[in-house]
């Protein structure tokens, strides 16, 4: 199991084009891909779209990221990698 942080960088938070995109990527993976937010107890499960729309996660909301399974170290990284990227939106 993979573990790490990540940081909603865009300005819009992870509204619902954002959470299409994720669960669009980590649908592609058979690992399974947990998100948690840090201040509160909540969590989702990163291929349900009304899991990660309940996270309610605004801008600069930060996310605990737990994969689990075999191909766990790409999923970790491509997850990662939209976050950082801001979903592609101007951030």
């Known amino acids: 199991m993979l573990e790490g942080t990540v940081k909603v960088v865009n300005s819009l ?21 947990i998100l948690k937010r840090q201040d509160k107890d909540a969590e989702a499960n990163a291929k349900s779209m009304l899991s990660i ?3 309610a996660a605004s801008f600069n909301t930060l996310l605990t990221i737990s994969v689990d399974g075999k191909d766990e170290a790409a999923a970790f990284n491509a997850i990662e990698d939209i976050f950082k990227s801001g979903f592609g939106e101007n951030i």
């Open 53 to 55: 729309l309940a996270l």
């Open 13 to 33: 938070g992870l509204h619902a084009r954002a959470a299409a995109q994720l669960v669009k990527l980590a649908s592609r993976f058979e690992s399974r891909i």
